[in-house]
């Protein structure tokens, strides 16, 4: 098991979504903070979408996605649901 510590709230482990950056302690990856945050979620508010993370852990996210958003964003282009399944109000949305 590699884990490599990151920032004081971002860690890695290979055992963990293959490594991707996820806040330390839990199984969230930091590309979920990110996609709240787009969504318009002010980061005050996304502890109360995602429970188990406080406002510090949200704002290292945040920071760790502005040094890093070139590999950030393709662990959400990767990740992301395509057009075709998603419903056609949410589609019309975007």
């Known amino acids: 098991m590699n884990t490599v510590i990151e920032s004081r709230y ?3 482990n290979d055992e963990i979504l293959g490594g ?3 806040i330390k302690g839990t199984r969230i990856p ?3 903070i990110v996609g709240l945050w787009r969504l318009g979620i002010h980061p005050e ?3 109360q979408h995602l429970p188990p ?3 510090a ?3 290292d996210a945040l920071s760790y996605y502005d040094d890093n958003a ?3 964003n393709q662990y959400i282009q990767r990740n992301a649901i395509p ?3 998603l419903d056609p109000l949410v589609r019309d949305m975007k």
């Open 70 to 72: 070139e590999e950030l």
């Open 10 to 12: 971002i860690t890695r």
């Open 30 to 32: 930091v590309r979920a």
């Open 57 to 59: 852990q949200v704002f």
């Open 45 to 47: 508010e996304i502890p």
């Open 53 to 55: 993370l406080r406002l």
């Open 83 to 85: 057009d075709e399944l």
């Open 20 to 22: 991707e950056p996820i």
